[in-house]
């Protein structure tokens, strides 16, 4: 089976940050579901205030899965998320692993 990595890039308002920084921490507490290997955040060397969320899947039906497993606190936070994140910057990417086969 073939692993799935989704990865979400963004711009967040500069001030914003300090309350960003603890939905983000809630967050890597919180996120969990059946497939899903590994939920990290990062933030881009020498450009502040520039993220992006990495989530890995065990397989594609885990990520295709994934939306149906969240509960109605990450659906907050998420919610409080989006609100901080600069207009037009989000960017999605998914990989599908290649495999050796």
Known sequence: M???IFSIRYNIIPERRAEYLDVVR?????VKADGLENYSVYEQKN??????EI????NKESY???????????DILMTKLSDMIKEQTTQYT???EVNNA
């Open 55 to 58: 989530y890995i899947f065990k």
């Open 94 to 96: 998914t990989l599908f």
């Open 47 to 52: 450009k502040a205030n520039n993220f992006e």
């Open 2 to 4: 073939s692993k799935v």
């Open 26 to 30: 809630e967050l890597k507490n919180i």
């Open 64 to 74: 295709e899965n994934f939306e149906d497993s969240t509960d109605e606190r990450i």
